[in-house]
């Protein structure tokens, strides 16, 4: 056992003190809480909750509109499309679909929360304030509790690197917890160019990154629209830059929320790894697909990536419809 599995296996007090994004147990919600709001792109008024999971069943989406209330796995084998948001579905099932799922993994995660079920009666989570804030909220209200159960981590062993055109990635190996640096470049003066570097943790997460807004191009705005989406887009849900200037009357929540919300992005998108990475993320112009594709890439290869867990972890005993093959790869490669 190195001395990273003997602290997983330690209990609070430690934890709050511990990176969020592998803290030492798991962690569940203590109640069900819901909300209302509007689907970015559909428009549509979406009732969503989030509801208690028993410990080894990670993270899921429901859809309760849909027959039989299909339950998607949050995983990135699972992702069916990154155009504009994160969108995962269930295979050969198009209509088994819930988008726009990034901010509020982001906020699971960054709480350090690896069970919930998130229910949905639509297509598309709730975009609220369009960043992570008001799920964090959520989380708060319905109490967060630690689970019988060790913290179940995903370890990067050397590093994975993906590229975009300009656009790259990469996951390195980190000493401890998870690390995320994070650049972006835009035409537009009012972003410019920006650049954070952070360890996320539940504190940090928190001051740092949730109320980080997504952002648009207001000459995007009418494209989209035209397009059938962004219908339920405003200045109250999104940060709008037309050239050097910001539209929104209350402008900038942070003078580098651009940059904050591209790496609130990133932790939403890399929860879809179904663990806590032990990583640190190097990251210039990425986005969902660009997410996505690090890591198809990172368990493309068991050499790139090992389990740190005890034989309790519950990998081999998954209560989420769908998520057996997963588990079954990681207690392989464990094996
Ligand atoms: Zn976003």
Redesign the pocket.
């Known amino acids: 056992m190195d001395g990273f599995q003997t602290i997983s296996m330690q209990r609070a007090p430690t934890v709050t003190g511990l990176p969020g994004l592998a803290a030492p147990v798991q962690r569940g919600l203590k109640s069900a809480i819901g909300c209302v709001g509007i689907g970015l792109h559909s428009g549509r008024k979406i009732a969503m909750s989030l509801n208690p999971a028993p410990a080894g069943h990670g993270i899921s989406f429901r859809r309760t509109d849909l027959p039989g209330t299909p339950e998607i796995p949050a995983r990135y084998d699972h992702v069916v499309d990154t155009r504009l ?1 994160t969108v995962i579905g269930l295979p050969g099932q198009p209509e088994v679909r819930v988008g726009t799922v ?2 509020v993994l982001a906020a699971l995660a960054g709480c350090g929360i690896s069970n919930a079920v998130i229910e949905v009666d639509g297509p598309e989570v709730p975009v609220l304030d ?1 960043s992570s804030a008001n799920f964090v909220f959520l989380i708060d209200c319905a109490g967060i509790v630690e689970q019988n159960a060790p913290m179940a981590v995903i370890e990067v062993m050397r590093p994975v690197r993906v590229q975009d055109g300009a656009a790259h990635a990469t996951l390195l190996p980190c000493a401890f917890g998870f690390e995320a640096s994070v650049s972006i470049a835009f035409d537009a003066a009012a972003i410019g160019t920006q650049a954070l570097s952070l360890r996320v943790t539940p504190g940090s997460f928190r001051a740092e990154l949730a109320h980080a807004r ?1 952002f648009t191009m207001a000459g995007d705005v009418e494209r989209l629209r035209a397009a059938g989406l962004a219908l339920g887009g405003s200045l109250d849900n999104a940060v709008v830059v037309d050239g050097d200037r910001v539209l929104n009357p209350g402008g900038l929540r942070m003078a580098d929320e651009f940059v904050r ?1 591209k790496l ?2 990133a932790v ?1 998108d890399l929860a879809l790894a179904g663990a806590a990475l032990r990583a640190r993320l190097v990251a210039h112009r990425c986005g969902h697909a660009l997410n996505n594709t690090l890591l198809h890439a990172l368990f493309s290869d068991r050499a790139n990536w090992r389990p740190v867990a005890s034989e309790a972890v519950p990998f081999r005993v998954s209560r989420s419809p769908g998520a057996r093959q997963h588990d079954q790869r990681i207690a392989a490669a464990a094996a």
């Open positions: 948001c990034e901010h369009g997504t919300h609130l992005d939403g």
